[in-house]
């Protein structure tokens, strides 16, 4: 039997918390669907400083590089927010994603029926919102340079740099998913004051030439940030550069109620790089309270976007809108006082129902 190595990178804080929950999920898809998976664990971020004085450790590089698939959980840890940047936990994140050549990011955010109550927005805004978001994750103001502070420390410079390169073949991304979803890419950017803006809006304008089938707009970022919370309905997929698909898919996670129930899939040429959209949360670790279910639903991604495996994909998200629908919550998206699941608690109910599933119910694409 094929066996599939997946490089399992648990990070920082609640990193290896919801990944455990994530591996527990990953080995129940495996046992029910006759697939064998490797799992072998690397430190990164802090914990790479740790181990090895580097936030992205050679031994967790060279293991990359031989993986089908990389499974991160966070990086971060305000012990080190001071340190030099080559030693921040943020700069392994960054090293890992330009080795994997990782340029396309997928976030898919779709509101959970069961948890409509749980958004601040009201229930009726809420219904059907299923947006992707595309963003561009190698390029632009994180990676350009020059970048630092000057000698003084009173001046600091960015850079934000695009080719009409980088900016096709994550736009071909976005139109594709949309053309097997409901055929509507919105590109979203800031063409009426940066240059790169400018080239961004024609280079995407003109890449959707090539898909008839699809309607393309554009909104400028500011109109991009009202709509999403006055209108999510109004979007299918959403495509845009680095920082601002940072700052908008974030602001997308606050309709389904909690950060902590998001996946992420980054894509480029060779193996993908799977994680939950939150951060380390540093505030909550080592108390078994984090949601796992984005490190669950990040296991769903991998399956169908790292691997090819769709069957088991839609096992997985059938058996988290399952637990959810029978009132499994942990403490973020529980009433308030009511009780809740600890991580693992959470993590052991989704694994039950996956053994459970039904092989033969065809499976959802996101
Ligand atoms: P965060 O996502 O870690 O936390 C934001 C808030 O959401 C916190 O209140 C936290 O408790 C809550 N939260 C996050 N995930 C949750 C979960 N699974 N279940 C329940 N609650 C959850 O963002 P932050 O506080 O801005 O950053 C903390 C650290 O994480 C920083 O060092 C930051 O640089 C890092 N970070 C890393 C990544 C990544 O690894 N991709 C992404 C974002 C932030």
Redesign the pocket.
Known sequence: MKTHSIAVLP?D??GPE?IAEAERALEAAGDRFGIDFTLRRFPVGAAGVAAAGDPFPEETRAAVARADAVL?G?????ALDQAPRHLR??SG?LALRAQLGVYANLRPVAVFPALVDRSPLKADRLEGVDVLIVRELTGGLYYGEPRGRDAGGAAAVNTLRYTAAEIKRVARVAFEAAQRRRGHVTSVDKANVLEVSQLWRETVARVGRDYPDVRLDHLYVDTAAMRLVADPRAFDVLLTENMFGDILSDEAAVLVG???LLPSASLGEGAGLF??????????AGRD????I?AIATVALLLRHGLGLAEPAGAVERAISLALEQGAR???IAESGAPALGTREMGERIAGLIAQERQSRASVAP
């Not at 994680?275 to 909550?284: L, T, V």
């Open positions: 990070g804080g609640i919801v991160l966070a990086v971060g840890d305000p936990p943020e994140l909690s950060l902590g994680e939950p959209i939150h951060g380390s949360a540093p505030d909550i309270v984090a949601n796992p984005g942990t403490r973020d």
